[in-house]
């Protein structure tokens, strides 16, 4: 089955430091991935992604994220956080049929807070 | 481009009464999907749109639930006799349907039942 694994569900960085959040996958064809960013009580952001080629991938705020096939890994990093980067992060994978999108699966999200 | 609109943004109602809510996809995407999000978790596939037809229901789209694109540009979401557990945010998002194309989002509607 279809599945994306966001293994931490809170995390707290101070601002200036460096960030990575970690998603896991499980998708039976090439896998297509996103993150997204979602400030509260907003929508869903896209931040980058991934369909294939080059396995490191830059998105927008600064943030770039690595795809990895053999450990089913496309972890997000961004290498000096800012205050504003505080919201909750979303992983997904988008189901295709026939090169046609169809769905995104999502992880179950990353909370990020900032200190100052 | 203006973006994924959807209205409303918020909208409170008893148990036990419909609701309908509204998204107009960026103009010249022509697929349109439904997702709903409750607190802490993350956005569930409700269906989705290729123009006007409507390709695929997820389960979790009860009978209660209808979603219609009648001229392949907005859609709506209606709500039957809702229920607690319909209190989540409702969440639209819009793309070009052919190759390998991110999902734009609206802002969501967030529906609270009393």
């Known amino acids: 089955a279809q599945s994306v694994t966001q293994p931490d569900i809170h995390i707290t960085v101070s601002e200036g430091a460096s960030l990575e959040l970690r998603c896991n996958y499980s998708y039976g064809a090439t896998p297509y991935l996103f993150w997204y960013v979602q400030s509260p009580g907003q929508g869903l952001q896209l931040l980058l992604k991934?369909?294939?080629?080059d396995t490191l991938v830059q998105g927008i705020k600064g943030f770039e994220a690595e795809f990895k096939r053999s450990q089913s890994s496309f972890n997000l990093r961004k290498p000096s956080v800012h205050w504003s980067d505080a919201a909750e992060y979303f992983c997904?994978?988008?189901?295709?049929?026939?090169?046609?999108?169809?769905?995104?699966?999502w992880g179950l999200g990353t909370s990020l807070a900032v200190n100052p | 481009d203006t973006g994924v609109s959807q209205n409303p943004r918020h909208k409170i109602t008893k148990r036990g009464q419909n609701v309908t809510f509204r998204c107009d996809p960026i103009s010249e995407h022509n697929r349109l999907y439904w997702y709903r999000q409750t607190l802490g978790q993350g956005p569930e596939f409700l269906t989705y749109?290729?123009?006007?037809?409507?390709?695929?229901k997820s389960r979790l789209l009860s009978d209660r639930f209808s979603a219609e694109r009648p001229k392949g540009s907005f859609s709506t979401l209606e709500i039957q006799r809702t229920e607690q557990g319909d209190s989540a945010m409702y969440l639209c998002?819009?793309?070009?349907?052919?190759?390998?194309?991110?999902?734009?989002f609206g802002d969501g509607t967030r529906l609270s039942i009393l």
């Open positions: 997904a994978v988008g189901a295709w049929r026939a090169g046609n999108n169809r769905k995104l699966i």
């Open positions: 749109f290729q123009n006007e037809a409507q390709l695929e």
């Open positions: 991934y369909f294939s080629g």
């Open positions: 998002a819009s793309s070009l349907g052919q190759g390998k194309q991110p999902q734009h």
